[in-house]
């Protein structure tokens, strides 16, 4: 089957309905349109894709049907490029007539189509990490189900400092929002709770190799943070083997570094390697085994960050419609209810803050080997985390965005 911008169902019967319904009638009981924005093409794409499988698994598990009504998907590819994601965003308004979008994918993508969200009171589910999209500048349309980027990077600071009893780090990530805002996070906590970063790198999102960032790696250090999206993580840890570094700095990585979709491609050199992320297919819940068990027999790999962004996502959307008896339609009632919405996911109790985040577990986890695959077991958990980890939000919201300048890095050395 073909998912490619299209109607993943059609509603039967509609036409002839039309002709005897009432107009505020018509638009309650036909089918929802709801636009998926993801990533098909580019680094980002075997994440981008897993979105969309898991987005059709969930509406087939239910018979294409929410709260009662049909629903319509729509697909759009941005190719990891913040101003197409706007572009198709817009098609998917203006043409495809989307309700509601779960998406995008990116950070720099929410940002990129903020403004178009707010002008078109589009009704947005995201699983981009944009920070202050839910914090400084909140945007009245837009809801997180899944975390902003530090949201999983700080507890996982936390740990690496108490637990792990880290003391030198350096932090690597994309040269990109997400990945300054993620880093940002980890430094801070490090090194309030005592900690140095000494070394940051950015490489750039497409860079070819990473053989330069890996000849300056010091080795007087405790561990490296990978900030990595998409299938780089896995490049770079390839890369890391290759040039001997494991035995002699310690990698552990943020909530996409080591995901599902890039373990299965790895071997021994990942065993070991600690992770935090909101998710982990090995999350013990009914909901999760289930969502885990069928993607497997669909896909052949676990579901990972992407896969249960869209799968928790679509979880947010029918509650909030069983809650409106399906009326979408009503745009403020919608954002109300979402809001203030409690609901069982495959990643566990999901509720929201005032800014429109979630709050929710944040797990940290370990690579072993399981049934002749790597998983990410799950080896401790934050629970009721907020994007303002341990702070008063009046207080953190006093700072700057999370970015590569704030804050500022205090012990780097040359």
């Known amino acids: 089957m073909t998912f490619n911008r299209r109607r993943f169902i059609q509603a039967t019967g509609a036409g002839a309905a039309a002709l005897v319904m009432p107009t505020i009638a018509q638009s309650q009981t036909g089918p929802i349109r709801v636009g998926l924005m993801t990533v098909k093409t580019g680094p980002l794409a075997s994440g981008g ?5 898991a987005l059709v698994q969930y509406l087939k598990e239910r018979n294409t049907t929410l709260a009662g009504r049909k629903v319509d998907l729509f697909v759009g590819d941005s190719g ?8 198709k965003i817009q098609e998917l308004v203006e043409r495809d007539k989307i309700q509601v979008m779960i998406g995008p994918l990116a950070t720099a993508e929410a940002l990129a189509a903020d403004d178009y969200i707010r002008q078109a009171q589009l009704l947005t589910l995201s699983v981009a990490a944009a920070e202050d999209m839910t914090q400084r500048k909140p945007n009245p349309w837009f809801t997180r189900g899944t975390s902003t980027s530090s949201q999983c990077s700080m507890p996982l600071a936390d740990y690496s400092h108490k637990t792990l009893k880290m003391r030198r780090m350096a ?20 090194e309030e709770n005592g900690g140095k970063v000494v070394q940051r790198m950015f490489p750039p999102l497409t860079v070819p190799d990473y053989g330069t960032y890996l000849a300056q790696l010091k080795t007087d250090i405790d561990g490296i943070f990978l900030g990595f999206a998409g299938s780089n993580g896995f490049r770079y840890l390839r890369q890391f083997n290759e040039y001997g570094l494991r035995g002699k700095v310690t990698p552990i990585g943020g909530m996409t570094a080591l995901d599902e979709a890039v373990l299965r491609n790895m071997g021994d050199e990942a065993l070991g390697i600690v992770t935090s992320c909101w998710y982990s297919a090995e999350i013990e ?5 289930k969502f885990a068990a069928n993607f497997r027999v669909d896909w052949s790999y676990d579901p990972g960050f992407y896969a249960a962004a869209t799968y928790v996502e679509a979880a947010v959307l029918e509650a909030t419609l069983n809650a409106l008896k399906g009326n979408i339609e009503d745009k403020p009632s919608f954002m109300k209810t979402v809001r203030n919405i409690k609901v069982d996911t495959a990643r566990g109790p999901v509720s929201f803050d005032r800014y429109g985040n979630v709050v929710g577990n944040i797990y940290i986890r370990k690579v072993e080997r399981k049934d002749g695959r790597l998983v990410n077991r799950v080896i401790h958990t934050y629970p009721d985390v907020s994007q303002f ?9 006093k700072n700057p965005v999370y970015s590569r300048d704030w804050p500022p890095a205090k012990n780097l050395e040359s």
């Open 389 to 397: 980890w341990t702070y008063k939000p009046e207080e953190f919201l």
């Open 80 to 87: 990891g490029v913040p101003a197409q994601a706007r572009t």
């Open 171 to 190: 932090v690597i990530a994309d040269d990109i929002a997400y990945g300054h805002e993620m880093c940002a996070g980890f430094m801070r906590v490090f």
């Open 285 to 289: 819940n009914a909901i999760n085994k």
């Open 49 to 53: 894709i897993d979105m969309e499988r």
